[in-house]
């Protein structure tokens, strides 16, 4: 009975450590503030798209004035 009851001791202490071990851990961090900032750049581009589409519009216009200007 005595050598059950340490098995599940060591059972159960070694539960805790790999809980702490996976809690410290910190290799998957990066990929989470990835998605985050690109979550964050969709956000924005949704806030402020009348303002890009605009932006990029006037962009797009100059543009085809100037090679109307060079090839006239």
Do not use: H, P, Y
């Not at 961090?29 to 969709?42: A, D, S």
């Amino acid at each position: 009975m005595n050598n059950f009851k340490n098995k599940v001791k060591n059972l159960g202490g070694k539960a805790v450590k790999g809980i702490k071990n996976f809690w410290n851990d910190e290799s998957g961090m990066g990929t989470v503030e990835v998605i985050l900032i690109i979550v964050v750049l969709i956000g924005l581009v949704i806030v402020f798209k009348q303002q890009i589409s605009g932006i990029v519009e006037d962009v797009f216009k100059t543009i085809r004035e100037d090679t109307r200007a060079i090839t006239n």
